[in-house]
């Protein structure tokens, strides 16, 4: 699918996000469908529960992507950049690549749950806070992502000036994608609690919470950065943006007042205020 949708030629390679997103809906449902064959016709309550946040999930965001590409035409770049500067077989080695199999390691938690069943665990503690912070994260980045569009559609061009969920972390929306995966993730952790083959296997933990850390690495070092740089670049000479990145985490939602005051050690190790981030910064204008 993703080696149709980016050829050069392809008009769809404008919804990259949108049929990255698409993936996910036919493999998790194969993934359900595999797991009725081998536990004779039965599911589980948590591998249908699982099953349904991605689903949810994949909709939601895939519908609006879609619907944002319609209203104010296609904005994602990255193909086309990575086109120019690498040439065709770049982009197969460094677009394609990674995000043909990143519906495979983000749905990962899910697939453990879906091939290691586990039998007499009902409706757990794990269950509940990962469907916690699944819920939260979808909410997050549902209202994130419709706040910015309805600010770009009404001519708003200052981001940092949106209110709401922007005045506790600088991209609200990336939050609460990592926090989906979190849930599931912590959901999966009863295999390695409860799973009699598996219980307390280290290599069971790694994979079950390989997900959220690949999501973190991609909001960080990609949506996260691009989006930072992009905003220096067009507000860092700004002295009001300047202090508003002082005092507004990059990631992690956290009251400015309370942020501002944390010592830098805690700043870069655990709210990620990295160099990387001032790319682009100009000298402020009086």
Same mark, same amino acid.
């Given at each position: 699918?993703?080696?149709?949708?980016?050829?050069?030629?392809?008009?769809?390679?404008?919804?990259?996000?949108?049929?990255?997103?698409?993936?996910?809906?036919?493999?998790?449902?194969?993934?359900?469908?595999?797991?009725?064959?081998?536990?004779?016709?039965?599911?589980?309550?948590?591998?249908?529960?699982?099953?349904?946040?991605?689903?949810?999930?994949?909709?939601?965001?895939?519908?609006?992507?879609?619907?944002?590409?319609?209203?104010?035409?296609?904005?994602?770049?990255?193909?086309?950049?990575?086109?120019?500067?690498?040439?065709?077989?770049?982009?197969?080695?460094?677009?394609?690549?990674?995000?043909?199999?990143?519906?495979?390691?983000?749905?990962?938690?899910?697939?453990?749950?879906?091939?290691?069943?586990?039998?007499?665990?009902?409706?757990?503690?794990?269950?509940?806070?990962?469907?916690?912070?699944?819920?939260?994260?979808?909410?997050?980045?549902?209202?994130?992502?419709?706040? $910015? +569009?309805?600010?770009? #559609?009404?001519?708003?061009? =200052?981001?940092?000036?949106?209110?709401? %969920?922007?005045? *506790?972390?600088?991209?609200?929306?990336?939050?609460?994608?990592?926090?989906?995966?979190?849930?599931?993730?912590?959901?999966?952790?009863?295999?390695?609690?409860?799973?009699?083959?598996?219980?307390?296997?280290?290599?069971?933990?790694?994979?079950?919470?390989?997900?959220?850390?690949?999501?973190?690495?991609?909001?960080?070092?990609?949506?996260?950065?691009?989006?930072?740089?992009?905003?220096?670049?067009?507000?860092?000479?700004?002295?009001?943006?300047?202090?508003?990145?002082?005092?507004?985490?990059?990631?992690?939602?956290?009251?400015? $007042? +309370?942020?501002?005051? #944390?010592?830098?050690?805690? =700043?870069?190790?655990?709210?990620?205020? %990295?160099?990387? *981030?001032?790319?682009?910064?100009?000298?402020?204008?009086?």
């Amino acid at each position: 699918m993703q080696l149709f949708i980016n050829t050069p030629s392809s008009y769809f390679r404008k919804m990259d996000n949108f049929t990255g997103l698409i993936e996910f809906i036919p493999g998790i449902l194969w993934s359900l469908f595999y797991t009725l064959t081998i536990q004779a016709g039965s599911v589980q309550f948590r591998q249908i529960l699982v099953t349904l946040y991605v689903v949810l999930w994949s909709l939601r965001l895939g519908g609006f992507l879609t619907y944002r590409m319609l209203v104010i035409g296609p904005l994602d770049r990255r193909v086309d950049n990575l086109a120019k500067k690498y040439g065709q077989l770049g982009l197969v080695g460094l677009w394609l690549g990674p995000h043909g199999f990143w519906s495979v390691i983000c749905c990962s938690p899910v697939a453990l749950i879906h091939a290691f069943p586990i039998a007499d665990v009902k409706f757990n503690i794990l269950d509940f806070i990962g469907s916690i912070f699944w819920v939260c994260g979808f909410l997050i980045e549902a209202f994130a992502d419709q706040k $910015k +569009l309805t600010a770009k #559609l009404a001519g708003k061009k =200052k981001y940092y000036h949106l209110g709401s %969920l922007w005045n *506790y972390c600088r991209n609200p929306n990336h939050c609460g994608e990592v926090f989906c995966w979190l849930g599931l993730s912590i959901i999966a952790l009863n295999i390695v609690f409860y799973h009699p083959l598996y219980r307390y296997n280290i290599f069971m933990i790694l994979l079950s919470q390989i997900s959220p850390l690949f999501t973190l690495f991609i909001m960080l070092f990609e949506a996260s950065l691009s989006s930072e740089i992009s905003n220096n670049k067009r507000f860092g000479n700004q002295l009001d943006y300047r202090q508003y990145r002082k005092q507004t985490s990059v990631l992690w939602p956290i009251p400015p $007042k +309370l942020y501002l005051y #944390l010592p830098e050690w805690m =700043k870069k190790r655990m709210f990620f205020d %990295l160099d990387i *981030y001032n790319e682009g910064l100009k000298d402020v204008v009086d």
